[in-house]
């Protein structure tokens, strides 16, 4: 009888330290914060030629990571289509960060900031940036946030 109630006892303390481990687990796990830019460049050559592979750099060295570019100006950008009305931005730009914290270490670095001054003098017509932290994973199947 001792044997099977050590045996319980264990394996009731092999249930609860494992919960625990995977709640601990699963609380560590914090989304992603993602950045969208949509920009009207003026001279898309120019900004191809001049910021958006500077630019990109720093992104990338802050530990950005690109989920997708599109638009004129830029080494592999695909075309903008608008599905609703008006006109679609000319450059658009979604990234991905670990956190707030290091999305605003990068864009209030004196590096960036370099950058920005440079490219609005003739670049940029105007820009819409907006950040937004990420909820959930999308499901594979139906493409719905679980």
Do not use: C
């Not at 956190?99 to 003098?121: C, D, G, I």
């Amino acid at each position: 009888m001792k044997q099977y109630f050590g045996l319980g006892l264990a394996m009731l303390a092999g249930t609860v330290i494992g919960a625990a481990a995977v709640s601990g687990l699963h609380a560590q796990a914090k989304p992603p914060v993602y950045l969208v830019t949509e920009i009207d460049v003026t001279n898309p050559e120019a900004y191809g030629a001049e910021f958006a592979p500077k630019a990109q750099a720093t992104i990338k060295a802050a530990g950005g990571r690109f989920l997708a570019i599109g638009g004129a100006g830029g080494v592999g950008a695909k075309p903008v289509t608008a599905l609703g009305p008006g006109t679609p931005p000319k450059r658009v730009t979604i990234q991905a960060w670990d956190s707030h914290e290091k999305m605003n270490a990068w864009y209030n670095s004196a590096e960036m900031s370099r950058l920005e001054r440079a490219t609005y003098s003739g670049l940029i017509l105007a820009a819409r940036i907006t950040l937004f932290a990420g909820s959930g994973a999308m499901s594979p199947s139906n493409g719905s946030v679980r």
